[in-house]
């Protein structure tokens, strides 16, 4: 950024107080009223105040460098928008600059940089060589071989570089006109206190399988087995087999058994299969060995 520098000026002088309308007057009279005039005409003349003094006239002593006070009237980011502003400012056909009246205009502002900043000025003066060597080329004659080349206008990178910079420059523009969060909207923030939102626990599937698994197995800890006594009748369970021996030749072992689902009711039934076998009202018969069992009816001769 590149300022325009000014001269240094003075501060400006504070403004006196003014008197305020319906003060009660002094006790003596006109001679506080010429004091009151007195001090505001001295503070109309004041060219500033120190520490809420007016000061009448600068002091012997007083030394004020050269750049005190810089005022900044144009800034440009660089030789190009410097170029572009003259160029701009003077509504020039940037396809056809004029390169006399451009060239003198920048070398102006360049001088004032050079005195004032020679590192900054170097950038600058660059661009002050390219311009006066494409407004060079422009008066030299063209050569016979130029005339049959066509080698085109000198200003025509120049153009280019110029023409670049203004739409990225437009760009930019364009990009800092939109709404920016801290500059020109806030985004709300809303404070909660620790109480009122509660931090629940990470808590995954597998957390929840183990504490099922712990759960059934504190229950078989504490679970209790009863033993009850049921009352089971030998002499039914032979009355039942005989039922199903009259109806049937043979029947075999695992048969008799069928529909007897508790252990107590099976080991009943076989033991009334065997006083059935021992009073000889049934025969258990097998063919051969490990042959399949049959029961029948005990044979009775007439």
């Known amino acids: 950024m590149l300022p325009e520098l000014g001269a240094p000026q003075l501060p400006d002088a504070a403004p006196a107080d003014p008197p305020q309308d319906g003060a009660p007057p002094g006790p003596d009279g006109g001679a506080h009223d010429a004091h009151l005039d007195a001090a505001a005409d001295a503070a109309e003349a004041a060219i500033a105040r120190l520490y809420g003094e ?35 400012k003077q509504n020039f056909n940037i396809l056809d600059i004029p390169m006399a009246q451009v060239t003198l205009q920048y070398l102006e502002y360049v001088e004032q940089i050079r005195q004032r900043n020679l590192e900054l000025a170097a950038e600058y003066l660059l661009m002050a060589a390219m311009l006066i060597e494409i407004k060079s080329r422009m008066l030299l004659p063209k050569r016979h071989e130029e005339l049959v080349e066509d080698v085109g206008d000198p200003r025509a990178e120049l153009v280019r570089r110029l ?34 939102a509660p ?81 000889t009202l049934i025969e258990i018969t097998q063919a ?15």
């Open 54 to 88: 007016p000061l009448t006239r600068l002091p012997n002593d007083l030394y004020i460098p050269p750049d005190a006070l810089e005022v900044f009237l144009d800034a440009f980011e660089g030789p190009l928008d410097l170029l572009l502003y003259l160029i701009r």
């Open 163 to 196: 023409l670049d910079y203004e739409q990225i420059k437009s760009a930019a523009l364009a990009l800092g006109a939109l709404p920016q969060e801290g500059r020109d909207f806030v985004r709300p923030q809303l404070v909660v206190e620790q109480g009122l």
């Open 199 to 279: 931090s629940l626990p990470d808590v995954d599937p597998w957390d929840l399988q183990r504490a099922w698994l712990d759960v059934l197995r504190r229950a078989k800890l504490t679970q209790h087995h009863r033993i009850g006594r049921q009352e089971l009748s030998v002499r039914e369970h032979m009355s039942a087999i005989l039922r199903v021996l009259q109806s049937q030749r043979f029947v075999e072992f695992s048969e008799l058994f069928a529909g007897q689902h508790t252990v107590p009711i099976v080991v009943v039934h076989f033991v009334a299969m065997l006083e059935l076998a021992k009073e």
């Open 288 to 302: 051969e060995p490990f042959a399949p069992i049959y029961v029948r009816l005990a044979y009775s001769p007439a």
